[in-house]
């Protein structure tokens, strides 16, 4: 792990399906350590299907991102299943955005997200998404409380601002996602 002072950019990456508190927390601390104007998101898996784990679709997770942080610009990147060339994407992606990757330190809210970033020689900061005293928090179970309909249980989990789109969309494709379940 780098020091904070050293890089000139800080980069959130994430499938975001949907944003929750723990991307907020480590997209905060970004923010702390670059400010707005050094600090970029990128949501991946822009081209997954509309699935189980990719309910939302990019568009959808993009506006997720700016209602919570319009501050912070937000960026695409499609899926490539080969990590060598879905590297050299993301490093185009940001070269274009006037970011340089070597002077880029890579966000992550747990080891499984971040760990790639470090294999790969790049400078990474993971941040506790459950902050110890916060509850466990996961896409994947948030994903879980939608299918079970359990919207009660969303709050302090995602942002109040986009909870009600979450649960809209997420009616939408139900039937599309679990079939007549």
Request: aromatic letters at 8%; charged letters at 30%.
């Amino acid at each position: 792990m780098q020091d904070v002072p050293k890089k000139k950019h800080g980069v959130f990456v994430g499938r975001v399906s949907p944003l929750h508190r723990g991307h907020e927390r480590a997209i905060q601390e970004m923010l702390q350590d670059f400010g707005s104007d050094r600090s970029a998101i990128v949501i991946g898996s822009t081209n997954a299907p509309i699935a189980e784990k990719t309910p939302f679709t990019f568009d959808e997770r993009k506006n997720f991102c700016e209602v919570v942080f319009p501050e912070i610009k937000v960026f695409g990147l499609p899926d490539f299943h080969n990590n060598t060339l879905w590297l050299a994407a993301l490093d185009e992606l940001l070269e274009e955005e006037g970011i340089d990757p070597a002077n880029t330190l890579f966000y992550g809210g747990s080891p499984e997200d971040i760990t790639f970033f470090e294999e790969a020689g790049r400078n990474v900061k993971i941040i506790d998404r459950h902050g110890g005293s916060s509850p466990s928090i996961s896409a994947t179970a948030i994903r879980s409380l939608l299918h079970k309909r359990e919207y009660d249980r969303l709050d302090g989990l995602v942002d109040a601002r986009i909870k009600e789109k979450i649960i809209e969309l997420f009616e939408q494709r139900r039937h599309e996602i679990y079939g007549a379940n």
